[in-house]
Each structure stands twice: as C-alpha cells, then as structure tokens.
C-alpha cells in the first residue's frame, strides 16, 4: 500500500469522517423516513444500469430511427426521460469515478483512463456503494469496474475493497474490450471461461478465435439470480454493461470491432458487418433489460425499486461501423473523447413503478448526483467532499430541487480541454488552462455550431473562472504545459 504524506494526511481525515457520518446517519435517517410518507419504503432497492460508449441519440425514445430499442423505449414512456443529464466524463474510468465518489473531475482522483495509482480509487475515497452497504444494503457490481486491478496500487481499487460486497466481470477496461474474454473475475478469484483468446494481452484484452461465452450474456443472467437471491432486503446493483463498447484489438485484428453471437433482426440488412454488429448488440441489451423490469414485476417488487439507465460517454466509431447510418449523437455535436455535448450528455431514464411518474425532466445534472441520490433514498449522509445534488425531488415530484451552480469536466488526452455548463451558457477551452474558450448558447444552439465568446466576453470571462474555480490540481494528472512553453525547454 502506497501512501504520501497527503495521502496520509487524507487517510486520517477520511477516518475522522467515517466516525462522524456514524453518528450524522442515525439523525439522517431519522429525518429521511419523516420526509418520505408511506408510499416510499424508507430504503428502496436501486439498479444502476450503465451502457458503456451509447450516445444520445442511440435509443427510440431519443430519437433513433434505425436501432430498435423497444424495452428501454417503454422504461422511457413508463418513467422519468432526462434530456439534459450528463455523464462523469467523456471516457470510461474518469466517468465511473464519478459515478461512484459524486465528486467531478476537477476533484475526484481518477481524471482519465490511466495505468496503476492514476487510474484505482484510494482507501480514502467514498464510493456511494460504500454509504449504501453502511445503510444495511446488499451490494453487487455485476460487469465492467475500470477503478482497481491487479498489482500492488490497484487492489485497494477494487471493488471488493470499495463497498461492493459482491463483483462479477470485468476489472481491467483493456479486458472489457474482448466479449468473449478467456477469463472473468468473480470476488477475487479468477473464472476460467471456455473461449479461446491466441495471443491475448497482458490484462486479457484481444479477440477470439473460438467464442463459447458472450460476456454480455453472463452478466444478463448473472443480474437476475443476483436479484433474486437479494430481493428480501435493500439492495443496489450496479450492472456495468459493456455494450456498445468496440472490441478495439478485435477492430485492429479483423475489421469488425462490434462483437455479438448474432445479428438478430439486422442480419438480412444490407450492411457492412460491424454496422450489423453494433446494431445488434444495443437492441440485445435492451432486451436484456427489458428482462430484469419483468423480473421485478413478477418478483412483486418493481414499486420498492428505482432503476435507472444511461451510458458513461458519448458513442465512438472504434468498431469500424457507419456513424452516418445511426447518428449516435442525434442533435449533438462530436462523440467519446469531446467535451461538446455529444461527448458526455447521455440518455438518462429513471423508472419507479407508482413513485417516479411518467414524463420528461429538463433538470441539468450529472453522474455526481448519484451519491447524494443515493444517500437520500437510503436515509443518510452524503459525504461533505462531494459535487452532488439529490435528485429526489424531481424524481419524487415533490419537494425543492437544488440546481448546480454549474458543471465541470476536464480531459487529459488529445491535447486536453475543460468545459463548463452554467444554464443556458456553454464553454470549452482547448487546451485546459491555456487554451482558447469557446462559448454557446444551447438555448439557441444545441449544436454547438456558433462560438459567441467574442460577443460576450463578461459570460465568457465567468465561464473561465468557474473551470479555474473547479479544477485542482492533481500529483499524477497534471496540466499540460502550453505549447510555446514546450518549445523554449
Ligand atoms: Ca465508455
């Protein structure tokens, strides 16, 4: 275990915390089941369902007119739709590091898809399934971790070591490119599958040339025995789908990075394979999910359970398939890896049979709000170091919603750049820091097509001062020198 003296400094402090939530969850949870009246059992079981690399537009229910979503277009239709929820980040790991600590990523420590102490979660570091299994709940991560692996740093990352009483999948993101992997983790101890990866890497990452077992497919199952054997007590499951992620060795290897055991409805079509593929594979998920709501119908416990869906960035084009032909992003511009709105706002759908009504919320929120969501429903504490707003009034129908000041990203690949939203206004500077801040009004462009910063340079001014505000500096990921710096060293 590697600690600094910060590291120290925030282990202890982290300890003092804990003790001090001890005490602050019994009045919280006092308060908590006051607040609810009856109709809302005083901890209801979440499902966190998350796509991996699915775009705005990719689902009926946002408009897409080629990929059938029917499943995840009635959850829509029977709950609440989002349209301006966002995700952590615009890649995967930064992305579920917000998700699981609610801090954003000018704070929390995972700021990319990184190697080692760069890219695990710390021991002082607060997951909301830590806080829910605190509350009494059973917790279960079912599919892709990405936040702890294998070696000396990263185990305290995993997700037994981070609140998670129960883990099946995958832990290395390189690993969760490759459907039908050699190998998956269950706890601790490694499962054998019988697919058969020649030259896989060295995290398992690579393609098979015998494919027996679709991973997909085990966490699908996996998720309805792991509802079943909890379904007496509170529980969160966290599903960690990894569709439609590419397999992007098995891209690089064979053109076809969409891997799927069949193309379903899409296999008559006229299109290239990976366009099959990727197709395929959104609809087979929804199907799957279409499975687990029906599991909680007969299972008669659909109205103690809020399940919400989304993915954890914007789509790619790493499977080689036609982003004409699907328009993953819908109105939205750029994909994974910009911080325009087509790189992090997601579908977001939260269902609730009898306590989330039915319709369309224009909230603007983020992955963060998770935690304190979470911890609301739960009757307790959200830790004080987070960047998170219950969202229980808007799902509820009752009460004040808090709105965010603003929100923030920032991203260190391809040169790096920040954004912030603040209401209608919009702002990416690219590089971070340095660079040149762009601003839009997605009141009047969605699209992100006309930079207005020189019409308004006291908004543009702010916007640059809310991202100076919001980023921290970090002892890993640090913020690229400008470029005329460079050249003078
Ligand atoms: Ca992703």
Known sequence: MMF?????????????????????????????????????????NIIFILADDLGYGDLGCYGQKVIATPQLDRMAAEGLKFTQMYAGSTVCAPSRAVLMTGQHLGHVWVRGNGRGEKQALRVEDVTVAERLKSAGYATGLIGKWGLGDEGEVEWIGRPTNQGFDY??????????????PAFLWEGGRKVQLNNVVPGDGPFG????????????DLFAAKALDWVRDHRKKPFFLYLALTIPHANNEGARGTGNGAEVPDYGIYKDKDWPDPD????AMITRMDS????????????????????????????????????ERFDPAGPLRGIKRDLYEGGIREPFIAWWPGTVKPGVSDHIGYFGDFMATACD?????????TDSISLVPTLLGKGQQKQHDYLYWEFYERGSRQAVRAGQWKAVRQPMVHGKLELYNLDDDLGEQHDIAADHPD???????????????????????????NKRK
């Open 377 to 385: 429903l739960a009757g307790i504490k959200t830790p004080q170091n």
């Open 4 to 44: 600094n003296s910060r590291g120290r400094i925030r282990f202890f402090t982290w300890l003092l915390m804990v003790g001090a939530l001890g005490l602050a969850d019994f009045t919280g949870a006092c308060a908590a089941e006051s607040r609810h009246d009856d109709t809302v059992r005083a901890k209801p």
């Open 205 to 216: 990452q690579g393609w098979a040339t015998k494919r027996v077992e679709y991973s997909h």
């Open 288 to 323: 799957d999910i279409g499975k687990l709501l029906d599991l909680l119908r007969d299972l008669n416990i659909d109205k103690n359970t809020l399940v919400i869906f989304t993915s954890d960035n914007g789509p790619h084009d790493e499977a080689r398939h036609n982003l």
């Open 167 to 180: 883990f099946f999948g995958y832990l290395n993101q390189h690993h969760a490119h490759n459907y039908y």
């Open 459 to 485: 908004v543009a001014a702010r916007m640059a001062k809310l991202m100076d505000e919001a980023h921290e500096d970090h002892p890993l990921w640090k913020v690229p020198e400008p470029k005329a710096k």
């Open 276 to 279: 099959k593929g990727q197709a």
